[in-house]
């Protein structure tokens, strides 16, 4: 295989999966033996080994999210060894590779893990919330006229740049997974924060924080206490700049919007 | 639900009441820790009295300690309340494996504990201080003259000597200022991240100082006990029913 590295050598590794039916019935570990796992592959390949051990066994496979594999969609969700996206900093589960970890290494595998989040079955949830959220504010109304020519509207480097950095989160739910409150704040923060520099989002601004956040605590995310979790297992870097600047776009929007209720 | 009521119910509001009272606690710390550091005075305790004596007759003083009072009941009731919130947003089922401890710092994430152990601190602390100096009935203070005033004052320094007398006492306070060290020390910064003060120019002066601030303050808090009960200079007055006249240079010989 090119780019493969010919002195790596083929891991046995016990794996501990959390294995649960649906929402409704209790989850357990179990656990299960992996062979001739290369270290160049992905932990979601790792995975899809597993799975086609298990269905020649006549057994069930794994249910785990994915899409993309390329580390941009956000749909890998997995806690691994204890740490939301395991033990690499900045990366998604797909993008984490077995060369990390050692022959003979235990791993547990669970579900991110909130009371926002039902398990759907085995690793995979439920993070609906997040969707209900965006739709509560988090987009810009454009209701008419053409498409605008790029660069109409003059941002200057240094905002688009900040903005940009708030965008490129993904959704992927790490923050709250790895969250003692299990609080949604640094995903709400990054929308909130991107939309709030660039001019197109002035018009919803102070609107979408109120929204947004009434959403967020509908949905039964915990409150943020600045524990720094979150910003630390972002696999995107999401900073905790962006809660700050979310808690004063929305003290000054309850302060000033004209929204009595 | 008026706009009002909605903010600070809100999951940001609720962090912003704690904010505010944490730090403005901060502000009392500070003023707390200077008159006790009076203390430490080789005057036989009359410079604390005369400053528990200000502290305790001043008109914006007194109306502060109502504010205080308020705070510190706001902070401890938003607090457990967001703990118990918190708790139930993580779900009924918790992490088979999970280590925390690779991603922030123990203080961060034990805030509720820590401030539950200085809940406890406080309600020995009140009991034993300001219930006495401020309500007769509970035991009052033996009246002492110090400098500067034409009145004879509450003798308090006696009866923190006398409990720093007291091993047990000692050592709980003591112990006490750990937790309060740990508290301050992601109380401090987490107050202004919660109040939006994060800017790349400041955050890293603000974490310092509150890294700073936590260190000192709890450290010389717990110091003020140890020495007085270690050392055979501060000794509490025995009440004999007369007025002690106190000088800020000279101890009257204790009786």
Not at chain 2, 157 to 185: C, R
Request: hydrophobic share 45%.
């Amino acid at each position: 295989m090119a780019g493969s590295n010919p002195n790596a050598k083929p891991m046995n590794l016990t794996l501990k999966v959390w294995r649960q039916r649906n929402r409704n019935t209790e989850g357990r570990i179990v656990d299960y033996q992996v062979k001739d796992i290369s270290p160049d592959m992905s932990f979601l390949e790792m995975l899809d080994v597993l799975n086609e051990d298990l269905l020649r066994q006549g057994e069930e496979p794994v249910a785990f999210d994915h899409d993309c594999r390329e580390g941009i969609c956000g749909s890998c969700n997995l806690f691994i060894n204890g740490r939301a996206h395991g033990p690499e900093a900045g990366t998604t589960t797909c993008q984490l590779h077995m060369r990390k970890f050692s022959d003979g290494d235990t791993i547990t595998i669970e579900p991110w893990r909130s009371a926002a989040f039902p398990v759907n079955k085995d690793l995979s949830v439920d993070r609906s919330a997040f969707d209900r959220i965006i739709q509560a504010g988090g987009y810009i109304s454009i209701n008419t006229g053409g498409t605008p020519d790029a660069n109409e509207i003059p941002i200057p480097k240094d905002i688009a740049d900040r903005a940009f950095e708030a965008a490129t989160c993904i959704a992927c739910g790490a923050c709250v997974a790895s969250c003692k409150n299990s609080s949604a704040m640094l995903f709400v923060s990054a929308k909130v924060s991107q939309l709030a520099l660039l001019p197109q989002g002035h018009v919803e601004r102070k609107t979408r924080v109120e929204n947004m956040v009434a959403q967020m605590d509908k949905e039964g995310f915990g409150a943020c206490s600045n524990i720094g979790s979150c910003a630390a297992e972002c696999p995107v870097g999401i900073s905790l700049e962006n809660i700050a600047i979310m808690n004063r776009e929305y003290i000054n929007a309850k302060a000033t919007s004209n929204n009595l209720a | 639900m008026s706009w009002i009521t909605k903010t600070f119910s809100s999951s940001i509001g609720r962090k912003f009441i704690m904010a505010v009272t944490g730090l403005f606690l901060c502000s009392f710390l500070v003023v707390h820790l200077l008159i006790n550091l009076q203390m430490l005075r080789h005057d036989g305790g009359a410079s604390f009295n005369f400053w528990a004596e200000f502290m305790g007759t001043n008109p914006v003083i007194r109306a502060m300690e109502v504010v205080l009072m308020l705070g510190l009941l706001a902070h401890i009731y938003q607090g457990l309340a967001l703990a118990v919130k918190n708790k139930k947003a993580r779900g009924g089922q918790a992490y088979v494996v999970n280590h925390s401890e690779q991603n922030s710092q123990w203080a961060s994430r034990n805030m509720a504990l820590l401030g539950t152990l200085l809940l406890i601190f406080l309600i020995v602390h009140l009991m034993n201080f300001w219930i006495r100096s401020r309500f007769d009935a509970m035991g009052g203070l033996a009246e002492v003259r110090v400098p500067n005033l034409d009145h004879p004052v509450g003798d308090l320094y006696s009866v923190a000597a006398a409990s720093f007398k007291i091993p047990w006492y000692v050592a709980l306070y003591a112990l006490s200022q750990i937790a309060l060290g740990y508290h301050l020390w992601h109380g401090f910064r987490s107050g202004f991240q919660t109040l939006g003060l994060n800017h790349r120019k400041y955050t890293p002066a603000i974490y310092l100082t509150g890294y700073g601030f936590s260190v000192i303050v709890s450290a010389l808090f717990a110091i003020i006990p140890l020495v007085m009960f270690f050392s055979e200079a501060y000794q509490p007055r025995p009440a004999t029913g007369n007025t002690v006249e106190q000088s800020l240079t000279t101890e009257p010989a204790l009786r």
